[in-house]
């Protein structure tokens, strides 16, 4: 962390730090004005040593701050004693006045306006730099913020300063207390903290008895950054995230593929090889149109031996007699005890794009029972949303409860905040 130059804390507290003890202040000279109100003995000695640190004896500046310093006994004296610290460290760079003088302002309970958070700003970033004292940093930023601190500048530095030191789910919870305040003021999010805090989250300092919780404020981290940003590199990362950080099972990892795939967020070779192996034992087709798509981008060779062209053989060599047995598996699923038939055929429908049949098959299976409701609601939706259903869509995901909700309530932001194509990567150099 570089400590950031504080060119306005310096005009706000004047070129003059303290006014001589034998001349009035004059009007517009607001720090003096103040300074004038310490005891006299501190106002002289923090006078000499300005007075000293002005003409480059910087031995006798540092020993009458020091005289200054003992004889504090009132607010105004640790303001006056701050200022004339602050001055001298102007003069010679030394870090550890710097600290010393920022704490007598702060402590002294008389800056106000700007200077206020600037102090706090800056005391957060010595702490961090100086001190290595990151915990101390992220209570100095927090106060900053509190003291009305800009929000673009001072939240990644609490979150950052949160994070490196150990404590991830207060670095999430700024984040997301940070994020909830600049929407309900109706102001922008910038991107990065986004970025930031779903970098944090993915590789937390915590103990295992804490991930469960990190984890939930990540992906909750995720879906914000999608329904804000939704770029397609951005879809592939929060549902990545999602998979990794949640305990999914076979039929919802294939559920995140076909999400990518409605998102228009697949990303190279792996992500293409991964669908069609997921599906193609069971919906042939739907695992064909994934390496078709993938071919089509340049990203998979459905011909040379070693890469999709195995898969691509084998589900070729279903698709004609899978689809040709649908009609009496509709037959067979209405006919069924329970609902597990209608829910298979209708999945194999929805890989044929006929959307209609899924649709009347997954409410059959509904009506029926012995389905998981969760799943079969999720793909119910799934087949809404491809039909162009969106309203029913977002009805069918919206009622989803239990282990489930999470990816539905994904689908209900990617259906409201449409896929948007990546931002250009900044020339390099």
Same mark, same amino acid.
């Given at each position: /962390?570089?400590? %950031?130059?504080? /060119?306005? *804390?310096?005009?706000?507290?004047?070129?003059?730090?303290?006014?001589?003890?034998?001349?009035?202040? +004059?009007?517009?000279?607001?720090?003096?004005?103040?300074?004038?109100?310490?005891?006299?003995?501190?106002?002289?000695?923090?006078?000499?040593?300005?007075?000293?640190?002005?003409?480059?004896?910087? #031995?006798?500046? *540092?020993?009458?701050?020091?005289?200054?310093?003992?004889?504090?006994?009132?607010?105004?004296d640790k303001m006056m004693v701050g200022q004339v610290g602050y001055h001298i460290y102007q003069?010679?760079?030394?870090?550890? *006045?710097?600290?010393?003088?920022?704490?007598? /302002?702060?402590?002294?309970?008389?800056?106000?306006?700007?200077?206020?958070?600037?102090?706090?700003?800056?005391?957060?970033?010595?702490?961090?730099?100086?001190?290595?004292?990151?915990?101390?940093?992220?209570?100095?930023?927090?106060?900053?913020?509190?003291?009305?601190?800009?929000?673009?500048?001072?939240?990644?530095?609490?979150?950052?300063?949160?994070?490196?030191?150990?404590?991830?789910? +207060?670095?999430?919870?700024?984040?997301?207390?940070?994020?909830?305040?600049?929407?309900?003021?109706?102001? #922008?999010?910038?991107?990065?903290?986004?970025?930031?805090?779903?970098?944090?989250?993915?590789?937390?300092?915590?103990?295992?008895?804490?991930? #469960?919780?990190?984890?939930?404020?990540?992906?909750?981290?995720?879906?914000?950054? %999608?329904?804000?940003?939704?770029?397609?590199?951005?879809?592939?990362?929060?549902?990545?995230?999602?998979?990794?950080?949640?305990?999914?099972?076979?039929?919802?990892?294939?559920?995140? /593929?076909?999400?990518?795939?409605?998102?228009?967020?697949?990303?190279?070779?792996?992500?293409?090889?991964?669908?069609?192996?997921?599906?193609?034992?069971?919906?042939?087709?739907?695992?064909?149109?994934?390496?078709?798509?993938?071919?089509?981008?340049?990203?998979?060779?459905?011909?040379? +031996?070693?890469?999709?062209?195995?898969?691509?053989?084998?589900?070729?060599?279903?698709?004609?007699?899978?689809?040709?047995?649908? %009609?009496?598996?509709? +037959?067979?699923?209405?006919?069924?005890?329970?609902?597990?038939?209608?829910?298979?055929?209708?999945?194999?429908?929805?890989?044929?794009?006929?959307?209609?049949?899924?649709?009347?098959?997954?409410?059959?299976?509904?009506?029926?029972?012995?389905?998981?409701?969760?799943?079969?609601?999720?793909?119910?939706?799934?087949?809404?949303? *491809?039909?162009?259903?969106t309203a029913g869509a977002k009805t069918t995901f919206a009622a989803i409860t239990g282990p489930?909700?999470?990816?539905?309530?994904?689908?209900?932001?990617?259906?409201?905040?449409?896929?948007?194509?990546?931002?250009?990567? #900044?020339?390099?150099?």
């Open positions: /962390m570089k400590i %950031v130059s504080k /060119m306005a *804390l310096a005009i706000a507290l004047g070129g003059m730090a303290v006014a001589a003890p034998t001349y009035a202040a +004059k009007k517009e000279d607001k720090p003096a004005a103040a300074a004038a109100k310490a005891t006299p003995a501190v106002q002289k000695a923090a006078y000499d040593a300005q007075k000293a640190a002005d003409a480059g004896d910087f #031995p006798t500046a *540092l020993t009458n701050y020091a005289t200054a310093k003992a004889a504090i006994v009132s607010d105004d003069k010679n760079k030394d870090r550890k *006045l710097y600290m010393e003088a920022i704490t007598l /302002m702060i402590d002294s309970g008389k800056a106000k306006g700007d200077v206020l958070p600037q102090l706090y700003e800056i005391q957060g970033q010595l702490l961090a730099v100086e001190n290595k004292d990151n915990a101390g940093a992220a209570a100095a930023f927090q106060k900053a913020y509190d003291a009305g601190a800009s929000a673009d500048e001072i939240v990644p530095l609490l979150v950052e300063s949160y994070a490196l030191a150990g404590e991830t789910s +207060k670095s999430l919870a700024a984040l997301n207390a940070a994020i909830a305040k600049q929407t309900a003021a109706g102001k #922008p999010i910038p991107t990065e903290w986004y970025q930031k805090g779903v970098q944090i989250g993915y590789r937390p300092k915590a103990s295992p008895a804490e991930m #469960p919780a990190i984890n939930a404020q990540l992906i909750d981290l995720a879906q914000k950054w %999608v329904a804000a940003d939704p770029q397609a590199h951005n879809w592939n990362t929060a549902l990545r995230v999602y998979e990794e950080k949640s305990t999914i099972d076979n039929d919802t990892r294939l559920d995140v /593929m076909r999400l990518l795939k409605a998102a228009g967020a697949l990303e190279g070779a792996y992500d293409y090889r991964e669908y069609a192996e997921e599906a193609y034992l069971r919906f042939p087709n739907e695992a064909m149109q994934v390496l078709q798509e993938g071919a089509s981008k340049n990203l998979l060779n459905l011909t040379t +031996k070693g890469d999709a062209s195995d898969i691509m053989g084998i589900v070729k060599g279903k698709v004609a007699a899978d689809k040709a047995s649908l %009609v009496a598996a509709d +037959k067979s699923a209405r006919a069924a005890a329970n609902g597990k038939a209608a829910l298979s055929t209708a999945d194999a429908f929805v890989g044929y794009g006929d959307y209609a049949k899924a649709i009347d098959l997954y409410k059959v299976a509904l009506a029926k029972g012995g389905v998981d409701a969760g799943l079969t609601n999720l793909h119910l939706g799934w087949a809404q949303a *491809l039909s162009g259903d489930r909700k999470t990816l539905a309530d994904f689908w209900i932001i990617h259906l409201d905040h449409p896929t948007t194509p990546n931002a250009p990567k #900044p020339a390099a150099g």
